[in-house]
Every structure is written in structure tokens, then in C-alpha cells.
């Protein structure tokens, strides 16, 4: 089974401090993504990564950036958090050479709050 | 460009009630179309895919059946329990890209 872990289930931060969210899957994948999850707007992707050291933005990359120097581990930074980062965090891989009919295989989450 | 619509929520059923949660999509070409769902306080799992025209999706007695001309996915059980409280979303994604496109969520509450 395809493990996704994340550092953290609950996250308590103040304004202007920098912040790191991990990811880490067992399943070799190339592909791993970012999201935030906020009620009535879905899921928004932040940042994906295709390869070590590779990545491109995704549709709200604005006060994000992020890091992949392993093939299982992406990270999502916070360089100066504000109250309207508040939100859940979702981190998912995928296999690249697998049929585009791949799913994405999700983390649990990272619940974030912004004081 | 791609996008997903579904079904405003929440919605409330009374336990072996009929489901029914719409989901239509915008996309060129011939996507993969997805529901997942998100138990309470996990990320989201894979419910069913369906990944060409008149395709039936199916798993743990909820249906979807991909229809190119009304460009339409909804999920379907035709009897819901307690334990199918939760959050479901549609998603697709193209073949040539990465990237998955997701409706906004569409909340079940089953009450006994």
C-alpha cells in the first residue's frame, strides 16, 4: 500500500513566522503535489513537483515555495505566515509512468492556524 | 480551460436513502474522471474512476458512469449508511498532464 505521511496533524503558528510542512511517500513516485482545502473552495493546487529538484507552480502559488531535494520528500514553505494561510494542507504523490488513469495517493493532512 | 462542478451541499439522508451527487466537467479531449472521498479528520481516498466515455465506475455499492455527452459523472448508492458520512469530491484529469482538476466537495450527512 502507498504510505503518504505528513509531519504534522495540527499546526499553531504566529503571524511573520516561517513555516515547514513535510511530505514523505514510500511508493518511488516522481510526482508530488500541494494543495490547500478551504469549505466551498475544493481543493487548490499550490505547488507540484515532477522530479528531484523540479517543480512548478500551480494555480495560488502567491506566499508559498517549496523544496524537493529527496524523490520521497516535498516540502511546502511558509516563508512569512499570515492569517489567511489558515487552512488544511494536503500533500499527494503519483507515479508518472503509470497510465494518466493513476490516481493520487494523499496524506491526512496538516490543519494549520495562523494567529 | 478544465473544471469540475458539483452539487452544492450539505446534504442530510435518512440512512438506506437513494444518493445521488452531480458532478459535470470542462475539458478538450477525453479526461479521467474521478470521485474521492475524505472521512472526517483524513485526507481523501479514491472511491472509483472511470477513464472512457460510458465507462462505469463502481466500489463499496456507489456507482458513476461517465457520460461524454452531458458531460456528466454523478455518484450514486442506491441505499446510504451512517458510515457514509463524508466528504465526496469529483476530480479529473487530462491525459497529457499533471495536474487534477477537483469540484468543491460535496458534504453527506447519513442519519440513523
Known amino acids: 500500500d502507498v504510505k503518504v505521511t505528513q509531519s504534522s496533524r495540527y499546526l499553531v503558528k504566529r503571524t511573520g513566522e516561517k513555516v515547514f510542512l513535510e511530505c514523505v511517500q514510500d511508493?518511488?513516485?516522481?510526482?508530488m503535489f500541494w494543495y490547500r482545502q478551504d469549505p466551498g473552495l475544493g481543493l487548490r493546487l499550490i505547488y507540484f513537483?515532477?522530479?528531484?529538484?523540479?517543480?512548478e507552480k500551480g494555480d495560488i502559488p502567491e506566499g508559498y515555495s517549496v523544496s524537493r531535494e529527496k524523490k520521497e520528500r516535498f516540502s511546502l514553505i511558509l516563508e512569512s505566515a499570515s492569517t489567511n494561510q489558515t487552512s488544511m494542507y494536503l500533500c499527494?504523490?503519483?507515479?508518472?509512468?503509470?497510465?494518466?488513469?493513476?490516481?493520487?495517493?494523499f496524506g491526512p493532512g496538516t490543519r494549520l492556524l495562523v494567529l | 480551460g478544465n473544471s469540475v462542478t458539483q452539487m452544492e451541499g450539505p446534504v442530510t439522508l435518512s440512512e438506506e436513502a437513494f444518493l445521488t451527487i452531480n458532478c459535470t466537467y470542462t475539458a478538450t479531449g477525453y479526461p479521467s474522471l474521478f470521485w474521492y472521498v475524505q472521512y472526517p479528520g483524513e485526507g481523501l481516498q479514491l472511491l472509483l474512476k472511470?477513464?472512457?466515455?460510458?465507462d462505469k465506475g463502481s466500489n463499496k455499492g456507489f456507482e458513476a458512469t461517465y457520460r461524454k455527452e452531458t458531460t456528466s459523472f454523478h455518484l450514486e448508492k442506491g441505499s446510504v449508511q451512517v458510515s457514509d458520512s463524508a466528504v465526496y469530491f469529483c476530480?479529473?484529469?487530462?491525459?497529457?498532464?499533471?495536474?487534477?482538476?477537483f469540484g468543491t466537495g460535496t458534504s453527506l450527512t447519513v442519519i440513523p
Open positions: 511508493m518511488d513516485h516522481e510526482n
Open positions: 476530480a479529473l484529469i487530462k491525459p497529457t498532464g499533471n495536474q487534477f482538476y
Open positions: 513537483s515532477y522530479d528531484v529538484k523540479m517543480k
Open positions: 499527494a504523490s503519483r507515479d508518472r509512468d503509470r497510465s494518466y488513469q493513476e490516481t493520487q495517493y
Open positions: 472511470a477513464t472512457k466515455a460510458d
